[in-house]
């Protein structure tokens, strides 16, 4: 097929090849539309190593970092962080955050352990490539509350 019968197979269908032109532009702005907006904060921290005072060296090589950098974001997601956050920035004292795990779980378990699970969920954190960055990242619709919520992460795992 030669550009030119391309062009003329378009001009002779151009009805079409505008109405479907026409409805995926549609169909992605009613999407774009619908989909409330999300906002993700990044804290970044350092996990530390720590060099042999004998030796002088860092003494962990490619596994073993790895392994720590894995141990790092594992405590990171911990529910003991979590808690620590919650209080810290008193998410536990909402009356509306109460309200909502009284409808959750009929007033049954741990409220504060609850509001950590519930705001652990919108929390990543995985390793920067090659190096022992850790990137903490929150989601959330609010983008102040996603900003204090990543830096409070990043502040409870350091503590």
Do not use: C, H
Not at 84 to 99: F, H, K, N, P, Y
Not at 124 to 139: D, L
């Amino acid at each position: 097929m030669t550009f030119d019968q391309f062009f003329r197979i378009l001009r002779a269908r151009w009805l079409l090849a505008l109405s479907i032109v026409v409805v995926l532009v549609a169909l992605t702005l009613t999407i774009t539309l619908l989909i409330p907006k999300s906002y993700r904060a990044t804290a970044l921290v350092m996990a530390d190593m720590k060099p042999d005072p004998v030796t002088g060296m860092s003494g962990m090589m490619g596994a073993q970092l790895t392994g720590l950098i894995a141990t790092q974001i594992d405590l990171i997601k911990s529910p003991a962080v979590s808690m620590r956050v919650v209080r810290t920035l008193r998410i536990d004292e909402s009356a509306e955050m109460r309200q909502q795990w009284q409808s959750a779980t009929g007033g049954k378990g741990d409220y504060t352990a609850w509001v950590a699970d519930l705001i652990s969920q919108n929390l990543n954190a995985k390793p920067s490539r090659e190096s022992n960055i850790i990137e903490i990242e929150y989601t959330s619709v609010d983008p102040k509350f996603a900003a204090a919520m990543a830096n409070a992460y990043a502040k409870a795992y350091m503590d």
